[in-house]
Nanobody, 118 residues
Framework: QVQLVESGGGLAQPGGSLRLSCAAS????????MSWYRQVPGKGRELVAT????????NYLDSVKGRFTISRDDARNTVYLQMNSLKPEDTAVYYC???????????WGQGTQVTVSS
């Protein structure tokens, strides 16, 4: 079955770094656009970063540009989010997302908590 399993979340100090990973299985990963979303209590999910299939292009939420980097390893069926210069406002549950626009398929991971606090 389809699985997206996030890891790498936790507690970081302001200015620190974390690297999130999302291991995918059960679908043809290399053909899917992969994204990271985040959500804080009481608010909707916010798109943080996207990388297209074949790593053709990336896009970022304005507030994370220059600090976060999304990448993918199609051989390992894994997408990453390198988060540097973390701020308290980056605190959220981060979700991995896979989408195939032509097939109208979308999958979500279970989420991983990121807390930025001193």
């Amino acid at each position: 079955q389809v699985q997206l399993v996030e890891s790498g979340g936790g507690l970081a100090q302001p200015g620190g770094s974390l690297r999130l990973s999302c291991a995918a299985s059960g679908f043809s990963f290399r053909f899917y656009t992969m994204s990271w979303y985040r959500q804080v209590p009481g608010k909707g999910r916010e798109l943080v970063a996207t990388i297209t299939s074949n790593a053709g292009s990336t896009n970022y939420l304005d507030s994370v540009k220059g600090r976060f980097t999304i990448s993918r390893d199609d051989a390992r069926n894994t997408v990453y989010l390198q988060m540097n210069s973390l701020k308290p406002e980056d605190t959220a549950v981060y979700y991995c997302n896979a989408e195939h626009h032509l097939l109208s398929r979308m999958y979500w991971g279970q989420g991983t908590q990121v807390t930025v606090s001193s």
